[in-house]
């Protein structure tokens, strides 16, 4: 196929636009990039006839291989064919109201919305609640909240960045910013580069100290950590219910986005807000007024899933943090560094100096190891390199593998070391 573009076309800009070279280098070269997976075994793929133990997966806890939450799509199908096409402005099937009043419970939350990913979740909510006000945007939040901000600029809202985990920053920002404007405070909960979670309490602190509200999306945390308690099983916490409640907060000046497309392995999204918010958008989020609803098989995996985490969670947490901890250990004890700072299964290694995220990803193909490439512009170019995922559903040998490649990865200069 021919994919050049047409000379008169228009189009010559996007090629001539040379952010794109280095990922278009590894799209059309490199084997862990745009690969067609033909088959999975556990957490074993198959791309061609070439079989790797597979840590680029985001199902923290397995939920995709779990039978009992396989098990449950075919009787919703049955019930409700394989997508009802109706917006949820105009039909809910039972599943929605069922999933909002378990997921409401879990996260202790005034209430929760759910709409189909997290991505129209940014697009669509963040301008309607930022209007003609201010967004201060942390400096590394997910590129979809960044999205998000620039869609509410669009409709007149100002978009102020403030320094990374950086609370004091931010309150300068807010204290010089008009009274009398909506102001939301928009950042990530477990960050999906780094696996770290920031101070909430603090946050949540300076934005109700300004009247701002703050919107966080913890698509990598929900599932993993939780409430603390006494009877924890690992330091995620308890039931796997999010930042807000991980961090000892509470609901106040404070909207939380999540997904399921992560822990539970299943299309859909939320945010936990108060029920007056949740009436308001039914009438003004695209998504609810206009969008098909997530697939059938989604609606019953994340029910399912919720039934499970209830039953299991908390062990399926307990092993997931031994086997991130048997990589997280090794990395340290080697030196390598990684800004991954607690014990979160999202590990980031980034690359020496002068080293090529392709060689490297060639290295680890050929070694059996399918990660997450992390290049420019993804990436700032001084973080380039790959981020491996552990899951509850990765074995014990899949961890070995994984460990003897960075350590040979390491040995070899690849990977950057830690400051003395």
Not at 87 to 99: E, F, T, V
Not at 123 to 131: D, K, R
Not at 325 to 342: A, C, E, F, Q
Request: net charge negative.
């Amino acid at each position: 196929m021919n994919d050049a573009p047409l000379a008169g076309s228009g189009l010559e800009f996007v090629k001539r636009d040379g952010r794109w070279a280095d990922l278009e280098r590894l799209r059309s070269g490199n084997p862990m990039y745009d690969a067609t997976i033909e088959e999975i075994k556990g957490r074993r793929i198959r791309v061609g006839d070439h079989w790797l133990a597979d840590f680029a997966s985001c199902n923290y806890l397995g939920f995709d291989l779990e039978p009992e939450i396989m098990d449950a799509i075919a009787p919703e199908v049955a019930r409700w064919g394989t997508h009802p096409s109706w917006s949820r402005l105009l039909g809910n099937p039972s599943l929605y109201p069922q999933i909002e009043e378990k997921l409401t419970a879990l996260l202790d939350a005034p209430d929760t919305l759910v709409l189909p990913t997290i991505t129209h979740i940014h697009m669509s909510v963040l301008p309607i609640l930022a209007g003609k006000g201010m967004i201060f945007l942390d400096s590394q939040a997910h590129k979809t909240i960044y999205d998000g901000s620039m869609v509410a600029r669009g409709f007149g809202a100002t978009v102020q960045r403030f320094r990374a985990n950086d609370h004091e920053h931010l309150r300068e920002l807010l204290a010089a910013a008009p009274s009398g404007i909506s102001k939301i405070v928009a950042m990530d909960g477990v960050n999906s580069m780094t696996g770290n979670a920031p101070d909430l309490k603090a946050f949540a602190a300076v934005a109700r100290e300004h009247g701002a509200l703050l919107y966080v999306d913890d698509a990598h945390g929900f599932g993993v950590i939780g409430e603390r308690g006494a009877n924890e099983k690992s330091p995620y916490g308890l039931r796997g219910n999010a930042i807000v409640k991980y961090s000892g907060e509470t609901y106040d000046n404070v909207v939380l986005v999540g997904g399921f497309s992560k822990s539970y392995s299943s299309l859909l999204a939320f945010l936990a807000l108060p029920t007056w918010l949740k009436n308001h958008l039914k009438v003004s989020a695209a998504p609810y007024l206009y969008s098909g609803p997530a697939p059938t098989a989604s609606l019953a995996t994340v029910n399912a899933g919720l039934d499970l985490n209830e039953k299991r969670g908390d062990d399926i947490r307990a092993d997931l943090y031994r086997k991130t901890m048997k990589v997280l250990d090794h990395v340290r004890g080697l030196g390598v560094y990684t800004p991954n700072t607690g014990s979160t299964p999202v590990i980031e290694l980034p690359l020496a100096e002068g080293e090529d995220i392709d060689a490297v990803g060639k290295l680890l193909w050929d070694r059996g190891i399918y990660v997450t490439l992390a290049a420019y512009p993804l990436v700032p170019r001084d973080q380039v390199g790959f981020r491996a995922q552990v899951t509850a559903a990765n074995s014990d040998d899949e961890l070995d593998e994984l460990n003897a490649v960075i350590t040979d990865l390491a040995a070899a200069g690849k990977l950057r070391s830690v400051q003395k």
